[in-house]
């Protein structure tokens, strides 16, 4: 998959590097990256993007939609629903051009990785977004 067209998202994503599953996708209008990783032999990126429940994924799209310069990290274990942290912090500038081992290394650094399944990190703090909140957006309240 050479571009990321998916549903109800405003812009194109373009493939950054060459690794075929754990890839970086880069917004160039809003500036956005997305890291994906699914982590088993069975997941791709499709499986990451197809294996989440609506109001989690429009909360998600709303996002890259609606801001720039965001990183997201999208992944999947097996038989699970996907996860994601969305980071606001950061300069996509130095980033989109690095591989996703080099990126995640980076940002491992930074000890968010806490566990949550859906994750917001800005000025320097991280939480879990609430199901009530991704509700909220989705207009589903």
Known sequence: MENLELCNLNNIYYKQDKNRKYSVYHDPINNNLILFCPRDVDTDIDSVCNSIVSFKYDYLI?????HNNLIVHWSQVSGTTSDYIIYYDYNVNEFKNKSYK?????????NYLIGWKYQEVKNGSVRAITREEMVSAAGLN
């Open 102 to 110: 080099e990126i995640t290394k980076i940002l491992s650094k930074e």
């Open 62 to 66: 709303n996002k890259l939609n609606s």
